[in-house]
């Protein structure tokens, strides 16, 4: 399968606890977004990369929230201290320089806090 | 905030078209129009996109009016599969832009 994977699929966590998420986008793209994503509605914007530089955050996105792709491919998703409002799913994409109007998105992570 | 208006919910028929509307009345001359459909616990898929003219791929054709007010989403034949949220979205034809989406319109298809 070439799309794009995250992991994990789902991960339930206790107030305050710290969580990461991963994704790894399809092969050759070089930017890659993370959206979120609560019931009811659509997904929000979170961040976004292109390889490894990250140029755009959304307001969304809080202090406790940190994003990495240290070498242009896959990309980490950290949650620190988490809050029963981060429970959502969180959804990562990824589009190709010279096709960036497609986003390719993954299955997302599913994201409980207790 | 979303820049365009879409039905909460419509039904439609196996087999037969769905028509889904959406107003984007605000719409910038080089803002383009895009659909993405959210089948249930799976990521958004793109579906197809366009400027001012008429397109037409594999999976719908997407009708513009004129003064680029309006557009609407056709699936020419409508199976279960294609029950899904859909989302309208405008934005500029720029790689690395965000997409803002709106509550979408929730199509069920039945038999």
């Known amino acids: 399968d070439t799309g794009v994977s995250q992991n994990p699929r789902h991960k339930i966590t206790k107030r305050g606890q710290n969580v990461t998420f991963r994704c790894d986008p399809i092969?050759?793209?070089?930017?890659l977004y993370w959206y979120r994503q609560t019931l009811g509605q659509g997904p929000e914007f979170l961040t976004y990369?292109?390889?490894?530089?990250?140029?755009?955050k959304s307001r969304l996105l809080s202090d406790r929230f940190s994003a990495e792709r240290p070498k242009g491919s896959f990309s980490t998703l950290e949650i620190q201290r988490t809050e029963q409002g981060d429970s959502a799913m969180y959804l990562c994409?990824?589009?190709?320089?010279?096709?960036?109007?497609?986003?390719?998105f993954g299955p997302g992570t599913r994201l409980t806090v207790l | 905030d979303a820049k365009t208006t879409q039905p909460p919910s419509m039904d439609c028929a196996e087999g037969r078209a769905a028509n889904l509307p959406c107003n984007h009345s605000?719409?910038?001359?080089?803002?383009?129009v895009y659909w993405y459909r959210q089948i249930h616990s799976q990521g958004p898929q793109y579906i197809i996109h366009?400027?001012?003219n008429n397109e037409t791929n594999e999976m719908a054709s997407l009708i513009i009016t004129e003064d680029r007010k309006s557009s609407t989403l056709i699936l020419p034949h409508a199976t279960l599969r294609d029950t899904a949220v859909y989302y309208c979205?405008?934005?500029?034809?720029?790689?690395?832009?965000?997409?803002?989406f709106g509550k979408g319109t929730t199509l069920s298809v039945s038999s």
């Open positions: 990369f292109q390889n490894e530089a990250q140029l755009e």
């Open positions: 366009g400027l001012k």
């Open positions: 979205i405008v934005r500029l034809n720029q790689a690395g832009t965000a997409l803002i």
């Open positions: 994409a990824s589009s190709f320089i010279d096709r960036g109007n497609e986003q390719f």
């Open positions: 605000t719409i910038s001359g080089n803002e383009y």
């Open positions: 092969s050759e793209h070089n930017r």
